[in-house]
Structures are given as C-alpha cells and as structure tokens.
C-alpha cells in the first residue's frame, strides 16, 4: 500500500504560531492513497480542492478528550501546515496545530465500511 508521509517542519510551525514562539512541535500526518480517494468522491469536487483539518467540539475523541478531527472544503487562512497530495491540498490552521502536537496521525479508509479511519499513536 503507498503511502504518503510527512513531518511537519518545525520551523515553518514557529514562524507561523507566534504564541509558541521558539517551541518545537513535533508530529507526523499519514495519508494513504485510498484516504485521498475517498476525499475525491466525498467532496466531489473537481481538483484542486483543499481540505482543511481541525479538531471540532464533539465526540468523545482519541487523543484529546471531548475532540473529534473533522474536515472542511476551505481555502487556507493562517496556514500551519498544509501538503499537497493527488491535486488535494490538505492543510492545518496556525490556530489548530496543538491537536497535532506529539502526535502520529493516520487517515487511511476502513476496507469492510469503505469509510474514512483517522488513528492516533
């Protein structure tokens, strides 16, 4: 299975987030090909499309208590991080990066509910 992979630079995440001055904040977002796929056909959209990742006030949440990851078709304001994939331009609010913080994140697609999966480690 491909997979893309990417370690946000710290650098760029500093500059970008003036509270955090001089912190380094360290994670890891995993996107699979089906995942990206999967925003394709849930979207529906024609690319290039962004999609911007945040975390949303609901559920019972993985790693932050009360937290869910949600996504949104939005064109970038504050970028704290952002990647291009398959035409997709995934990307994370300046504002949102401490969901991310210390974190591996994965989105791969469940194969029995044909669904998008988001783990954490």
């Not at 290039?48 to 932050?64: E, L």
């Amino acid at each position: 299975m491909l997979f893309y992979q990417f370690l946000i630079n710290t650098i760029s995440i500093v500059m970008n987030h003036p509270l955090r001055k001089g912190w380094c904040i360290n994670m890891i977002i995993s996107i699979d090909e089906r995942a990206t796929t999967w925003f394709t056909s849930e979207f529906e959209f024609n690319k290039p499309f962004s999609i911007r990742m945040f975390p949303q006030y609901a559920g019972f949440g993985q790693k932050h208590k009360g937290y869910s990851m949600a996504f949104s078709a939005e064109k970038p304001a504050n970028i704290g991080f952002t990647k291009e994939i398959n035409g997709i331009t995934f990307f994370v609010e300046g504002s949102d990066v401490w969901f991310f913080e210390d974190t591996e994140t994965t989105l791969s697609v469940d194969n029995l509910l044909n669904e998008l999966q988001v783990t954490y480690k």
